[in-house]
């Protein structure tokens, strides 16, 4: 299917990228395992496809679905959302400067120390929710402005158009990382973004079972080119059953992220409220600091959030330790609900409040998880 611009967001979520197979009338796409695909004798390619790493009919559909979601004109899936964006930075050169934020996922951060940094691309990490830190970060070499919002852990808003607008004046793309919102709260490309980025693997796969990424372009440019290329020599592509995981969740996206920020939302303003919680991170809280920016630019809120223990380490760590309905565990996105104490997944270097945890708050009924919080929290001395 071909969806007009004008289809509505849930309806789009169905249909984008499916279609009957016509081989069959089936009215769920097969799985198509081939890695290699027949050459008619004069040595063309009749259907459009040459091996599995090139493109596969369960990849196309879902570049094409996610293209429609974020209203992009060009998607190239990942195996990984660290490896959509490895695929970013491949576009640069040596001598390249990236601007990001401070409270970046730290998986993001390491690609640029670590990673690029022996390539010579430079990289500047700035509290970007001061845009004249952004302006000031600028260098004549800068190529891209990297936008997280909301971000990990913090759950801090960067004003999107106005970064996105920054970048551009001076020369540099704008790139933003959509995960924790999903294109059915945010949408980046229509607020001036050049790119966007997911970790498929979260709220677009839905059910902790599959591991993707992607980049959406807004133009199928010299720039999206790179990305392809990256895609396509690198070859850090999904496999077509993960393709098709990530499809078969999708029609769910709208009405979930829906469920997701309504249990949320209850979640934090239980939390406040406790007298062993110092801060919740949440913009969906009217006093936050980013509601009012979050309200102009999400339709929702998200499904996760952090929370500060009064009493530090030791007591955020008993917390974790005395859940019974959320489950201890990395990533965000499912239909169950967990909870993490952040600094110890970055690491020693971790600039996060020893006292935070980090929670995707996911589809139980709300009172059972705020529930059992309360009973963790109490348990914490």
Not at 219 to 236: K, N
Request: with cysteine; hydrophobic share 45%.
């Amino acid at each position: 299917m071909k969806p007009s611009k004008s289809l509505r967001f849930e309806t789009l979520a169905v249909h984008a990228g499916h279609g009957v197979d016509p081989t069959t009338g089936a009215v769920t796409e097969p799985i198509h395992l081939s890695t290699t695909f027949e050459r008619d004798a004069d040595g063309s390619f009749p259907h459009g496809f040459i091996y599995s790493r090139n493109h596969n009919p369960n990849r196309n559909g879902l570049e094409a679905a996610l293209a429609a979601l974020e209203g992009g004109a060009a998607c190239a899936a990942f195996a990984s959302g660290l490896a959509a964006v490895t695929a970013i930075f491949q576009g640069l050169q040596p001598g390249d400067h990236v601007v990001a934020p401070l409270d970046i996922y730290h998986g993001t951060a390491n690609v640029l120390r670590h990673l690029f940094a022996k390539w010579q691309v430079g990289a500047s990490f700035v509290d970007m929710t001061d845009l004249g830190q952004l302006r000031d970060a600028l260098r004549p070499e800068t190529r891209i402005v990297w936008i997280e919002t909301p971000s990990n852990p913090l759950l801090q808003c960067v004003d999107i158009a106005a970064a996105a607008d920054i970048g551009r004046r001076a020369g540099a793309r704008a790139v933003a990382d959509n995960t924790f919102a999903s294109p059915a709260l945010q949408r980046p490309l229509a607020l001036g973004c050049d790119l966007v980025m997911h970790a498929t693997t979260k709220y677009l796969g839905g059910r902790s079972d599959v591991m993707g990424g992607a980049v959406i372009a807004r133009a199928d440019d010299e720039a999206f080119a790179a990305v392809r290329t990256a895609q396509l020599y690198g070859g850090a592509v999904p496999s077509p059953f993960d393709c098709w995981l990530i499809m078969r969740s999708l029609p769910t996206l709208p009405w979930r992220m829906q469920a997701h920020c309504a249990n949320a939302l209850q979640v934090a303003t239980s939390l406040r409220a406790h007298p062993k919680v110092s801060a919740v991170h949440y913009p969906g809280l009217a006093d936050n600091r980013f509601h009012d920016l979050a309200s102009r630019q999400m339709s929702g809120f998200g499904g996760m959030l952090s929370f500060e223990v009064r009493a530090g380490k030791e007591a955020a760590m008993a917390v974790a330790a005395n859940v019974e309905i959320f489950t201890r565990a990395t990533s965000l996105g499912g239909v169950e609900s967990l909870i993490e104490h952040r600094a110890s997944i970055e690491g020693p270097d971790s600039r996060t409040p020893q006292g935070l945890l980090r929670v995707s708050v996911g589809l139980e009924h709300a009172d059972d998880l705020i529930d059992d919080l309360a009973q963790a929290l109490e348990r914490c001395d």
